[in-house]
């Protein structure tokens, strides 16, 4: 039987590998509501988290429980490969998504308000690849759930969604852990100084009646991969002006015409 210190061994250097590519322990604690020194804890072997924190840092980190007993490497991870029902209308190339296409890491995006169109809001997504898979995951931010009347936990504030390669540029669908609506963005990669910029348009899954905007503009920003730049653009999330945009964001949502 494993005893508590190799349950802690094992627990600590599974969390230090899913930590990997996140901005910061700090980031991490805060996104999870852990004391920062508790998080130290875990990763240093120390201590083992009580079971409702495990159970809330399984469900940030999507795995479960056996991070306590067995090495991450060794835990099976599904791959969900589309049935055949759908084997010839989601190709393999759409799965293949190249990494020179749309790379992985920290990305900011902008685009008007859906809710208060005067306005413009501000986002931070990590993509990510697990086999043949992109995946997406970001947070709303929390002001922007309580103008929802909707819980404002960082697990409830948490969207996944799916990346798949499209003609000429990328699709997402995406949304909140067990909601209702989801959104879809297609995203084509225009010429910048960098290379790091895509632009195109997101919608929403509501009724043709709902109240605001279901579909709008939308760029997304490659950012330089460090942790000053991503956690200044984890710190601008939210709602803004358009004169608080960033010059070329503005530029590209073209924030003075509506959206057809």
Same mark, same amino acid.
């Given at each position: 039987?494993? #005893?508590?210190?190799?349950?802690?061994?094992?627990? !600590?250097?599974?969390?230090?590998?899913?930590?990997?590519?996140?901005?910061?322990?700090?980031?991490?604690?805060?996104?999870?509501?852990? #004391?920062?020194?508790?998080?130290?804890?875990y990763l240093s072997g120390e201590s083992f988290p009580r079971p409702d924190i495990l159970d809330r840092m399984c469900k940030f980190f999507d795995v479960d429980a056996r991070v306590l007993l067995e090495p991450l490497e060794e835990i099976k991870k599904i791959d969900p490969s589309p049935p055949d029902f759908m084997g010839d209308f989601i190709v393999s190339g759409a799965l293949d998504l190249p990494e020179a296409t749309f790379p992985s890491g920290f990305y900011r995006f902008s685009?008007?308000?859906?809710?208060?169109?005067?306005?413009?809001?501000? !986002?931070?997504?990590?993509?990510?690849?697990?086999?043949?898979?992109?995946?997406?995951?970001?947070?709303?931010?929390?002001?922007?759930?309580?103008?929802?009347?909707?819980?404002?936990?960082?697990? =409830?504030?948490?969207?996944?969604?799916?990346?798949?390669?499209?003609?000429?540029?990328?699709?997402?669908?995406?949304?909140?852990?067990?909601?209702?609506?989801?959104?879809? #963005?297609?995203? !084509?990669?225009?010429?910048?100084?960098?290379? #790091?910029?895509?632009?195109?348009?997101?919608?929403?899954?509501?009724?043709?009646?709902?109240?605001?905007?279901?579909?709008?503009? =939308?760029?997304?920003?490659?950012?330089?991969?460090?942790?000053?730049?991503?956690?200044?653009?984890?710190? =601008?999330?939210?709602?803004?002006?358009?004169?608080?945009?960033?010059?070329?964001?503005?530029?590209? =949502?073209?924030?003075?015409?509506?959206?057809?």
């Amino acid at each position: 039987m494993t #005893n508590p210190a190799d349950i802690r061994t094992i627990f !600590g250097s599974n969390l230090k590998k899913l930590s990997v590519g996140y901005p910061s322990i700090t980031y991490l604690a805060q996104e999870l509501g852990i #004391n920062r020194t508790q998080f130290n804890r875990y990763l240093s072997g120390e201590s083992f988290p009580r079971p409702d924190i495990l159970d809330r840092m399984c469900k940030f980190f999507d795995v479960d429980a056996r991070v306590l007993l067995e090495p991450l490497e060794e835990i099976k991870k599904i791959d969900p490969s589309p049935p055949d029902f759908m084997g010839d209308f989601i190709v393999s190339g759409a799965l293949d998504l190249p990494e020179a296409t749309f790379p992985s890491g920290f990305y900011r995006f902008s685009r008007r308000s859906f809710l208060y169109p005067e306005k413009f809001a501000l !986002g931070l997504v990590m993509v990510f690849r697990s086999g043949r898979h992109t995946y997406l995951r970001g947070y709303e931010a929390p002001h922007a759930m309580r103008i929802q009347s909707l819980p404002t936990h960082s697990e =409830l504030r948490e969207y996944r969604g799916v990346v798949l390669q499209q003609e000429e540029g990328i699709a997402i669908i995406a949304s909140r852990r067990g909601a209702m609506t989801s959104s879809f #963005n297609y995203l !084509g990669r225009i010429a910048s100084f960098n290379n #790091n910029f895509w632009v195109g348009y997101i919608t929403r899954t509501v009724p043709e009646n709902s109240i605001g905007l279901r579909a709008t503009r =939308l760029v997304y920003e490659y950012l330089p991969q460090t942790p000053a730049a991503v956690l200044q653009a984890a710190r =601008l999330k939210g709602l803004c002006e358009a004169n608080d945009l960033e010059p070329f964001h503005r530029h590209l =949502l073209r924030t003075e015409f509506a959206f057809e």
